[in-house]
């Protein structure tokens, strides 16, 4: 029996076909199932109910022409959704295609633009940074060739021995050190006669040892790293200050060694004399400037000596023991290091922008890839509805 002779059996089926809602399909095209209609009517029922009564059989003549009519009215009303969603489909799809027609020609010019953009934002940072990178360039060549000059002046083959601060520390350290040693011991051999006690003798240990230190430090430093110079003069100058601290620390531990006799005397027997230690010592070291009178005297002296001449050599070894050497190299050292401070600052920052421009050429071709993808899927998935439709409407 077929689908429209059982549907037209009776007007009561009529009016249950009318009451009829097809469920929504799963697909936008899913043709319309015999079976399903068939049960959801239960045409094999009525079929059977309307058997049993002796209806009239199928091939004559029934007044079923408008359950017919309902049917193909149900069915042109499927056929109408079908039309409806393949025509919505596409024009969704070609709403996707023409936006994609418009975006990526869009974005392929934009992309064009980027290197041009590119130049454009490193000349003006380049713009922006002239004057300084110019001057730190200028400053790096100015000293490179005061540089250059100093040694080819001063037949330099080698570089600066530079002092690090650490070391520069030390020496420092060094000094106070033999400072304090010093007072230490001056102070064990002066306090014992000298008006004042042991402030005093304090006091006055602390000053001869710091002037002692003080005095062959920068004779080693300002005069003695002389004779390392080129020029004669220079050189001659230096071993002058060679002579000049051995004759000033000699000098000293033997004032030293003096007064260390001087303070021997008695300070009663000073008062009746009507002198003191220093006048006393004073004329010793005037009458015979060697003639020390006791071994502790002789021990001060050496001490003395040996304090200043390693006071002497911190001096000459505080620095590069070329004269002016260290100072140019420094400077030189300087300008280097904020020159390629700066080429390297340049470099980073250009390489930045370029980063920045690379992605963004990256994006808009992938943005373009994307587009041309769209609009290939767009096409097939409209040919894909068409399909479907049609297979649809033959269902």
Request: proline share 3%; net charge neutral; hydrophobic share 40%.
């Amino acid at each position: 029996m077929s689908l429209k002779t059982s549907l037209g059996i009776s007007k009561q089926y009529k009016k249950k076909a009318e009451r009829i809602i097809f469920d929504a399909p799963v697909s936008i095209f899913e043709p319309i199932n015999p079976e399903l209609v068939a049960l959801k009517l239960k045409l094999k029922e009525e079929a059977k109910d309307l058997g049993e009564r002796n209806l009239p059989k199928t091939e004559q003549s029934t007044r079923s022409g408008t359950a017919e009519i309902s049917v193909d009215n149900e069915i042109q009303r499927v056929v109408t959704g079908y039309y409806e969603a393949a025509i919505s489909k596409i024009q969704h799809l070609e709403e996707v295609t023409d936006r994609e027609k418009k975006e990526v020609p869009q974005r392929i010019n934009e992309t064009r633009l980027l290197p041009f953009q590119f130049n454009q934002e490193v000349n003006t940072y380049l713009n922006n940074n002239a004057t300084e990178f110019a001057r730190s360039k200028k400053d790096y060549e100015l000293n490179r060739q005061e540089y250059e000059a100093f040694r080819k002046e001063n037949n330099l083959q080698r570089t600066a021995n530079i002092r690090t601060g650490l070391h520069k520390i030390y020496s420092w350290a060094a000094a106070i050190f033999v400072i304090f040693i010093e007072v230490l011991l001056n102070y064990s051999f002066f306090s014992e006669n000298l008006e004042g006690g042991a402030w005093a003798g304090m006091k006055f240990a602390f000053f001869c040892s710091a002037f002692n230190v003080g005095l062959a430090a920068m004779i080693g430093y300002w005069i003695i790293r002389n004779v390392n110079h080129v020029k004669p003069t220079r050189k001659a100058f230096g071993w002058f200050g060679v002579i000049f601290a051995l004759t000033s620390v000699i000098t000293i531990g033997l004032a030293v060694g003096h007064l260390r006799d001087a303070m021997q005397i008695p300070l009663d027997e000073l008062e009746q004399l009507g002198q003191t230690v220093a006048s006393v010592a004073l004329a010793s070291f005037k009458e015979n400037m060697w003639g020390l009178s006791d071994i502790y005297s002789w021990i001060l002296f050496g001490l003395t000596v040996l304090f200043g001449v390693g006071a002497c050599i911190d001096g000459y070894l505080y620095d590069d023991p070329y004269p002016g050497y260290s100072n140019v190299a420094k400077k030189f050292i300087l300008a280097s290091e904020d020159w390629a401070g700066k080429l390297e600052a340049r470099r980073n920052d250009i390489n930045d922008i370029q980063k920045k421009y690379v992605e963004l050429i990256t994006t808009q071709v992938h943005a373009c890839d994307n587009g041309l993808e769209c609009i290939n899927k767009s096409k097939l998935d409209k040919e894909q509805t068409l399909t479907a439709y049609n297979a649809a409407l033959r269902s």
